[in-house]
């Protein structure tokens, strides 16, 4: 109970956006979008018509649905003759699941509706606030679905050029985490900001280059490559958000860079980082660099140990 306490304000706010949403989406309604389903009986035939017919036990795990409950629904479905069985052929027990004709002629307005529901609604923002909107949504997914849900996420990411308000989101993400993570006071933003500064104000786009890992619209991650000498490329700011690590964002990240250095005439790529940074050097070891040079210092409120890394091309 000491616990709810503490966080009443947080639960109260989860509680005060579930209610907004379900009222929002219409759950509440005895009837989903008008038509003649539950939410939970439309739910189930979405499974079905968009699956690769699935069976009853995928269908509930995928739902969290109680085993008799749905049972009750597919039967009541087989007397409507929406759905059919096929025997699963390594197990009698189990059933493929696919809609009927009918099924698909009594499930195409429904899923119509929703497609206009959701179009509607999305309607009434401008095209920076649906940005904002999904990115919020997917957020919310990874979080609560934890690391499985990030994996599947990983795999709709991409790499682009930064848009308007990238590089401000590259200081503040690289202020905040490295507050949070390892202590690093005001200085190391102002670091942050002269180098994003720099590159903005004088970069060489055929030899110097931001990218952006994007996940569903979301920013999960960043680096540079900038010129140090006509022969030597240097790796600035690469971060990773803690949502999307240990999904091999940051190694495809320095892997644009050095595919992008060689292409562009480099002979050397060089960088600078802190001992403490276990997982960027994990990556800088793994892509072939080699630790040159060390040195202890005391720059942004904590001792730390800067190194100096560098990969021939």
Not at 6 to 12: K, V
Not at 94 to 105: A, I, N, Y
Not at 175 to 195: K, M, S
Request: hydrophobic residues 45%; glycine residues 6%; positive net charge.
């Amino acid at each position: 109970m000491a616990v709810i306490a503490q966080r009443a304000p947080e639960i109260a706010a989860v509680r005060r956006f579930n209610r907004f949403y379900t009222r929002q989406i219409g759950v509440l309604r005895k009837t989903f979008l008008d038509s003649p389903y539950s939410l939970g009986e439309a739910r189930v035939l979405y499974e079905i018509a968009n699956g690769c017919a699935p069976t009853a036990s995928a269908i509930a795990r995928a739902l969290d649905l109680d085993a008799g409950y749905l049972s009750r629904l597919l039967r009541n479905f087989e007397k409507r003759r929406l759905i059919k069985r096929t025997a699963v052929a390594h197990d009698a027990r189990q059933s493929h699941l696919k809609l009927s004709p009918l099924g698909r002629k009594s499930f195409a307005p429904l899923e119509q509706r929703s497609q206009q529901a959701t179009a509607a609604m999305l309607a009434k923002l401008a095209p920076a606030d649906r940005k904002r909107l999904i990115a919020a949504m997917a957020t919310i997914e990874s979080l609560l679905a934890g690391r499985a849900a990030a994996k599947t996420a990983a795999r709709r990411y991409r790499l682009r050029s930064p848009r308007p308000g990238d590089f401000g989101w590259i200081v503040k993400r690289h202020a905040e985490l490295y507050r949070d993570e390892y202590g690093w006071t005001e200085p190391f933003e102002g670091v942050c900001a002269q180098i994003v500064a720099d590159f903005i104000n004088g970069n060489d786009p055929k030899r110097e280059r931001c990218w952006i890992a994007d996940i569903d619209g979301d920013n999960a991650g960043c680096v540079f490559l900038v010129k140090d000498s006509e022969a030597v490329a240097r790796i600035r700011l690469l971060l990773v958000e803690p949502h999307a690590r240990g999904l091999g964002l940051g190694a495809r990240l320095v892997d644009e860079c050095i595919v992008f250095a060689r292409r562009a005439g480099y002979k050397k790529i060089t960088l600078w980082t802190h001992s403490v940074l276990a997982a960027a050097r994990h990556i800088y070891q793994k892509a072939g660099f080699t630790l040159t040079r060390s040195e202890p210092h005391r720059s942004w409120g904590r001792p730390v140990v800067s190194e100096f890394w560098d990969l021939q091309l």
